[in-house]
């Protein structure tokens, strides 16, 4: 039995090796070669599973350790018996966090109060819905789009995206990547709808790159139609437009779901996947051995004197600093690859624990629900 599997995958190595020939390969040198003689591909994003990698080969099953999977051409699979499987939710946390940090450094880079201002959720799934919660805990009003939800639940939670856009002083997109039918997102945000924002807006992507139509939002940044935008994906990517990474409040090479624990639950899911279609005994095997971040799991915060953003913004920032990863891909502008794959250890707000000294119970109340163990 042979598994050719992508060699960025984390926690992977030994899990699969007791019962299969297992290959790890970047993605991109995963050719129609290579996979010719495989049973199973655990893959990630860059590599595209199409017929020209796959008419021939001996493939029964693809696991990809992502939530995104149009990098799957699932119509062929499906008509040709390949099974396929993403793992949905794995790092949802993990961008809960990265919007979380998000907003605050915002906030404080622009004098923000975030219980006065809005923020536009498009796409209310595993991730938009954490989003969502993570927001009300900042104190801000939030709307939700996503119409297949609304479709399947009823209007009453949901409003349409040009209610989004008419009411929200932030829009962040948490869509998957679909080119057509009645839910597309490809240029969900083109020059139209870019056009339709105001100059105190920002737009947030870390959805997929081509969501957002990268020239028309260039086009509103130059001519100051929006007031500012972040960027997690990209059209293009790795290849970047400078101009437009200059323009960007935050600007980050793909990375909003790349906490460990996340990248843990991404590897878990391929492994059970793949241990399911070709009956290994690892239907129940989960990732170990997650390292510790560089920061303290467990810290302090004095919080007398200080507002609940501000006790908020402190804890948000000690887990993850955003700052840090949008200021290496704007030094490294062209070393995307490597920062991603040799990216940091980060760590989720579950896994820290916060000494609140001097603080009120609205302020432990609220870190719990970002996820912090609290003490008092």
């Not at 595209?48 to 051409?73: M, P, Q, Y």
């Not at 991603?340 to 820290?352: A, C, H, L, V």
Request: some cysteine.
């Amino acid at each position: 039995m042979k598994i050719v599997a992508d060699n960025k995958i984390p926690f992977l190595r030994g899990a699969l090796e007791p019962y299969a020939e297992v290959v790890y390969l970047p993605g991109k040198e995963t050719t129609a070669e290579v996979v010719r003689d495989a049973d199973a591909l655990i893959t990630r994003t860059r590599t595209i599973c199409n017929r020209e990698l796959l008419e021939g080969s001996s493939v029964k099953v693809i696991a990809t350790a992502t939530i995104g999977f149009d990098h799957i051409d699932t119509a062929w699979c499906e008509a040709n018996g390949i099974v396929w499987r993403n793992a949905p939710g794995c790092n949802s946390w993990s961008v809960k966090q990265y919007i979380t940090s998000l907003l605050v450094t915002l906030a404080r880079k622009r004098g923000l109060d975030l219980s006065a201002l809005t923020l536009g959720v498009v796409g209310v799934g595993n991730v938009g819905s954490k989003v969502a919660e993570a927001a009300s805990v900042l104190g801000m009003k939030v709307l939700l789009n996503d119409p297949p939800r609304e479709r399947a639940e009823g209007p009453g939670n949901f409003v349409s995206l040009d209610e989004i856009i008419a009411e929200s002083d932030i829009i962040t997109l948490h869509v998957p990547l679909q080119k057509d039918g009645p839910d597309a997102t490809w240029h969900l945000f083109d020059a139209a709808r870019i056009g339709q924002l105001r100059p105190t807006q920002i737009l947030v992507n870390s959805s997929r790159g081509p969501v957002v139509d990268n020239k028309a939002l260039k086009a509103a940044l130059a001519s100051g139609h929006i007031a500012g935008a972040c960027l997690d994906v990209w059209e293009g990517e790795p290849e970047l437009d400078p101009e437009l990474v200059d323009m960007l409040d935050i600007t980050t090479p793909h990375i909003a779901g790349y906490s460990a624990d996340g990248k843990a639950n991404g590897t878990t899911a391929a492994v059970r996947t793949v241990a399911s279609v070709l009956g290994l005994p690892l239907t129940d095997w989960s990732a170990s051995g997650i390292p510790a971040p560089a920061q303290a799991l467990s810290f302090g915060i004095q919080a007398i004197g200080k507002s609940l953003q501000e006790v908020l913004t402190e804890a948000v920032l000690h887990t993850y600093d955003i700052s840090a990863d949008s200021d290496a891909l704007r030094t490294h502008l062209g070393d995307f690859e490597r920062l991603r794959g040799d990216y940091p250890i980060r760590r989720e707000f579950t896994s820290f624990t916060v000494r609140l000294e001097g603080g009120t119970p609205e302020m432990a109340s609220r870190l719990s629900k970002l996820g912090f163990k609290v003490i008092q």
